[in-house]
Nanobody, 128 residues
Framework: VQLVESGGGLVQPGGSLRLSCAAS????????VSWVRQAPGKAREGIAV????????YYADSVKGRFTISHDIAKNTLYLQMNSLKPEDTAMYYC???????????????????????WGLGTQVTVS
Protein backbone atom coordinates (compact mmCIF):
# COMPACT_ATOMS: atom_id res chain seq x y z
CA VAL A 1 0.00 0.00 0.00
CA GLN A 2 1.31 3.43 -0.94
CA LEU A 3 -0.31 6.78 -0.18
CA VAL A 4 1.10 10.00 -1.66
CA GLU A 5 -0.29 13.38 -0.64
CA SER A 6 -0.05 16.60 -2.63
CA GLY A 7 -1.65 20.02 -2.85
CA GLY A 8 -0.42 21.69 0.31
CA GLY A 9 0.95 25.21 0.41
CA LEU A 10 0.69 28.68 1.86
CA VAL A 11 -2.75 30.31 1.86
CA GLN A 12 -4.24 33.40 3.48
CA PRO A 13 -6.94 33.12 6.15
CA GLY A 14 -10.33 32.63 4.51
CA GLY A 15 -8.78 30.98 1.49
CA SER A 16 -9.15 27.47 0.08
CA LEU A 17 -6.96 24.52 -0.83
CA ARG A 18 -7.62 21.05 -2.20
CA LEU A 19 -5.40 18.22 -1.05
CA SER A 20 -5.04 14.98 -2.99
CA CYS A 21 -3.92 11.51 -1.91
CA ALA A 22 -3.02 9.08 -4.67
CA ALA A 23 -3.38 5.49 -3.48
CA SER A 24 -1.85 2.34 -4.88
CA UNK A 25 -2.08 -1.21 -3.63
CA UNK A 26 -5.49 -0.76 -2.04
CA UNK A 27 -9.09 -0.60 -3.14
CA UNK A 28 -10.97 2.26 -1.51
CA UNK A 29 -14.10 0.15 -1.14
CA UNK A 30 -12.26 -2.11 1.30
CA UNK A 31 -10.81 0.61 3.56
CA UNK A 32 -11.67 3.47 5.82
CA VAL A 33 -9.52 6.26 4.36
CA SER A 34 -8.86 9.39 6.37
CA TRP A 35 -7.21 12.77 6.51
CA VAL A 36 -5.19 13.27 9.67
CA ARG A 37 -3.32 16.43 10.60
CA GLN A 38 -0.58 17.31 13.04
CA ALA A 39 0.11 20.86 14.10
CA PRO A 40 3.52 21.80 15.56
CA GLY A 41 3.80 20.57 19.13
CA LYS A 42 0.42 18.80 19.03
CA ALA A 43 -0.79 15.23 18.64
CA ARG A 44 -2.13 13.93 15.37
CA GLU A 45 -5.82 14.63 14.88
CA GLY A 46 -8.15 12.65 12.63
CA ILE A 47 -10.33 15.21 10.88
CA ALA A 48 -12.21 13.33 8.15
CA VAL A 49 -12.98 9.71 7.30
CA UNK A 50 -14.70 8.18 4.28
CA UNK A 51 -16.03 4.72 3.59
CA UNK A 52 -16.07 4.75 -0.19
CA UNK A 53 -18.39 1.79 -0.76
CA UNK A 54 -21.25 3.74 0.85
CA UNK A 55 -19.87 7.28 0.39
CA UNK A 56 -20.41 7.76 4.10
CA UNK A 57 -18.27 10.26 5.96
CA TYR A 58 -17.24 11.52 9.38
CA TYR A 59 -15.84 14.95 10.25
CA ALA A 60 -14.26 16.27 13.39
CA ASP A 61 -16.07 19.26 14.88
CA SER A 62 -13.01 21.42 14.18
CA VAL A 63 -13.53 21.13 10.39
CA LYS A 64 -17.23 20.28 10.01
CA GLY A 65 -18.91 22.62 7.52
CA ARG A 66 -15.58 23.86 6.12
CA PHE A 67 -13.82 20.74 4.83
CA THR A 68 -15.14 18.05 2.48
CA ILE A 69 -13.63 14.59 1.99
CA SER A 70 -14.29 12.85 -1.32
CA HIS A 71 -12.82 10.24 -3.61
CA ASP A 72 -12.43 9.40 -7.28
CA ILE A 73 -12.57 5.63 -7.47
CA ALA A 74 -11.46 5.55 -11.12
CA LYS A 75 -8.30 7.48 -10.22
CA ASN A 76 -7.97 5.78 -6.81
CA THR A 77 -7.48 9.22 -5.34
CA LEU A 78 -8.75 10.80 -2.12
CA TYR A 79 -9.37 14.52 -1.81
CA LEU A 80 -9.84 17.08 0.94
CA GLN A 81 -11.44 20.35 -0.08
CA MET A 82 -10.62 22.93 2.56
CA ASN A 83 -12.54 26.21 2.62
CA SER A 84 -12.61 29.15 5.03
CA LEU A 85 -9.15 28.25 6.24
CA LYS A 86 -7.98 29.54 9.61
CA PRO A 87 -4.48 29.97 11.03
CA GLU A 88 -5.24 27.09 13.41
CA ASP A 89 -5.59 24.80 10.38
CA THR A 90 -1.83 25.09 9.87
CA ALA A 91 -0.45 21.55 10.08
CA MET A 92 1.06 18.65 8.22
CA TYR A 93 -1.79 16.77 6.58
CA TYR A 94 -1.58 13.01 6.16
CA CYS A 95 -3.62 10.43 4.31
CA UNK A 96 -4.15 7.20 6.27
CA UNK A 97 -6.03 3.95 5.71
CA UNK A 98 -7.24 0.89 7.59
CA UNK A 99 -9.02 -2.22 6.20
CA UNK A 100 -12.73 -2.33 7.00
CA UNK A 101 -12.42 -6.04 7.67
CA UNK A 102 -11.19 -5.14 11.16
CA UNK A 103 -14.56 -3.63 12.05
CA UNK A 104 -18.09 -4.94 12.59
CA UNK A 105 -19.58 -1.44 12.36
CA UNK A 106 -18.84 0.22 8.99
CA UNK A 107 -20.06 3.67 10.02
CA UNK A 108 -17.17 6.14 9.63
CA UNK A 109 -16.14 7.63 12.96
CA UNK A 110 -13.09 9.01 14.72
CA UNK A 111 -10.29 6.43 14.57
CA UNK A 112 -7.33 6.38 16.91
CA UNK A 113 -3.95 6.83 15.27
CA UNK A 114 -2.79 3.33 16.24
CA UNK A 115 -5.69 1.82 14.24
CA UNK A 116 -4.31 2.94 10.89
CA UNK A 117 -2.28 0.45 8.87
CA UNK A 118 -0.96 2.73 6.10
CA TRP A 119 0.25 6.33 6.09
CA GLY A 120 1.47 8.81 3.53
CA LEU A 121 4.41 11.14 4.13
CA GLY A 122 2.21 14.22 4.41
CA THR A 123 1.79 17.63 2.78
CA GLN A 124 2.26 20.91 4.63
CA VAL A 125 -0.56 23.44 4.87
CA THR A 126 0.23 26.89 6.24
CA VAL A 127 -2.50 29.47 6.77
CA SER A 128 -1.00 32.92 7.34
Amino acid sequence: VQLVESGGGLVQPGGSLRLSCAASGLAFSSYFVSWVRQAPGKAREGIAVIYSAESSTYYADSVKGRFTISHDIAKNTLYLQMNSLKPEDTAMYYCAAVPIGLYADLTPRYLSMYEYRAWGLGTQVTVS
